[in-house]
């Protein structure tokens, strides 16, 4: 068993909307329900530091697990989603699609986003500087494409797999070995972690 542990937290489910931008959307009741409920889990209690990425969705899912381990919320901006600019709200097929040229192709803007091979450098950087610094354990909650980003940079792939993406629940936790720079535990459904499926 590690030393110490980094929990990977992906936010709960959102209210999609079109005449907002992404980073101001907020969780959906079942969201904030499920973050409540993953707020229940037994391990926040060993968690030294909480750290978000500042977008509504994630501090919202963030807040629940902070109070639990009994720690101050930490906003840090290098968390935040890969920057999708004015591409507004598109079908669930046509999202997919776009997350999937990008993954396939980090040097490159598709549709106006953030370049992949810069949102990995950005999350991977302020990842490992945060469990540099914390002592015992922290847990990250982002997103769905960055965390991606940063398992792929973890694991020294070129870039993240789509149908690892496409897996990822709402909200949805992993486990790292910080220190073995190690995937301890793939993502698995918040229900699932708290022992509810």
């Known amino acids: 068993m590690a030393e110490r542990l980094l929990c990977l937290v992906r936010h709960a489910e959102v209210v999609l909307r079109g005449d907002v931008h992404p980073s101001e959307w907020e969780l959906s009741p079942q969201g904030r329900s499920d973050a409540r409920d993953l707020g229940r889990a037994r391990e926040w209690q060993s968690v030294d530091a ?19 381990a009994g720690v101050e919320l930490r906003l840090v901006e290098e968390l935040r989603e890969v920057e999708r600019g004015l591409s507004g709200l598109v079908s669930a097929q046509e999202y997919a699609a776009l997350v999937e040229a990008h993954f396939a192709l980090p ?88 022992g509810l499926a």
């Open 50 to 68: 909480v750290v978000a990425s500042p977008e509504a969705k994630t501090r919202q899912t963030a807040e629940p697990i902070a109070e639990a």
């Open 107 to 194: 040097d490159e803007s598709v549709a106006g986003w953030e370049r992949g091979a810069d949102a990995r450098t950005r999350v991977a950087t302020a990842i490992d500087a945060l469990a540099e610094e914390t002592s015992g354990n922290l847990c990250v909650v982002s997103h769905g494409m960055v965390l991606s980003h940063y398992l792929a940079h973890l694991r020294g792939l070129e870039t993240p797999p789509i149908e690892e993406w496409r897996a990822i629940p709402l909200p949805a936790v992993a486990v790292v070995d910080p220190d073995e720079r190690r995937l301890v535990r793939p993502f698995v459904s918040g229900r699932h972690f708290i």
